[in-house]
């Protein structure tokens, strides 16, 4: 069973362990647990990577209509983990116990179903977050990311158009300067730059109109 459910010995909130992933840094998620009950009972955790985490308690007693918090610590990391995911699991295992049982009286086999007891269980998933909200939410990220292409290409675009203004200015006064009349400047040479300039500013125009966001 999940966290949350209803008629139980114990509910835990919240019903998901997170975590913010931060490079050589340890993160924790703190684990509220209610007895919902007249009875004392006992609790033990239990995790698929007991190497990657500290659990404390992660043994205890709750008292009747009391609770206790769980801080559960996720080692620090060396890299992130591939696409963020995590299929690490917990278990969280509580049983009803005699009053005023102290954890360090615990039986070896409290937690055992093969015990006769009634163990109840409550299964939490992990889940791997970025340290902020802005990179904690892939489609955030990816519109954050596909906002900042689009400005940069509305930079490039604008850059575009003045270079493309001020090339037809210069072709423009070229032009002129070609059918003058007595002008001792013009040659073979002169003709052939005014061709090139020709060239790059109908390049830059065409790079302007086919540019995403010039509407």
């Given at each position: 069973m999940s966290a949350g459910g209803g008629n139980r010995l114990i509910s835990v909130q919240p019903d998901e362990l997170k975590f913010q992933i931060e490079l050589e840094k340890q993160s924790f998620c703190d684990l509220k647990v209610a007895n919902n009950t007249e009875h004392h009972v006992a609790f033990k955790v239990k995790t698929t990577s007991p190497k990657k985490y500290f659990v404390r308690p992660n043994?205890?007693?709750?008292?009747?209509w009391d609770s206790c918090i769980i801080r559960v610590t996720l080692q620090a990391q060396r890299e992130y983990p591939a696409d963020m995911h995590c299929k690490d699991k917990f278990l969280l295992q509580s049983t009803i116990v005699p009053p005023?049982?102290?954890v360090d009286e615990l039986p070896?086999?409290?937690f055992n179903k093969e015990s006769g007891?009634?163990?109840?269980?409550?299964k939490?998933?992990?889940i791997y977050m970025f340290p902020n909200s802005a990179m904690g939410n892939p489609e955030d990220?990816?519109?954050s990311q596909n906002s900042t292409?689009?400005?940069?290409?509305?930079d490039e675009r604008d850059i575009a158009i003045r270079q493309t203004h001020q090339l037809q200015q210069e072709l423009g006064m070229l032009k002129r300067r070609k059918y003058r009349k007595g002008d001792p400047g013009f040659s073979f040479t002169f003709a052939i730059f005014v061709g090139i300039i020709g060239i790059m500013a109908g390049f830059l125009l065409n790079l302007t109109l086919s540019s995403p966001g010039t509407e």
């Amino acid at each position: 069973m999940s966290a949350g459910g209803g008629n139980r010995l114990i509910s835990v909130q919240p019903d998901e362990l997170k975590f913010q992933i931060e490079l050589e840094k340890q993160s924790f998620c703190d684990l509220k647990v209610a007895n919902n009950t007249e009875h004392h009972v006992a609790f033990k955790v239990k995790t698929t990577s007991p190497k990657k985490y500290f659990v404390r308690p992660n043994t205890g007693v709750v008292q009747p209509w009391d609770s206790c918090i769980i801080r559960v610590t996720l080692q620090a990391q060396r890299e992130y983990p591939a696409d963020m995911h995590c299929k690490d699991k917990f278990l969280l295992q509580s049983t009803i116990v005699p009053p005023n049982t102290d954890v360090d009286e615990l039986p070896s086999d409290a937690f055992n179903k093969e015990s006769g007891r009634t163990i109840e269980e409550c299964k939490l998933k992990v889940i791997y977050m970025f340290p902020n909200s802005a990179m904690g939410n892939p489609e955030d990220e990816k519109n954050s990311q596909n906002s900042t292409a689009v400005q940069r290409l509305k930079d490039e675009r604008d850059i575009a158009i003045r270079q493309t203004h001020q090339l037809q200015q210069e072709l423009g006064m070229l032009k002129r300067r070609k059918y003058r009349k007595g002008d001792p400047g013009f040659s073979f040479t002169f003709a052939i730059f005014v061709g090139i300039i020709g060239i790059m500013a109908g390049f830059l125009l065409n790079l302007t109109l086919s540019s995403p966001g010039t509407e």
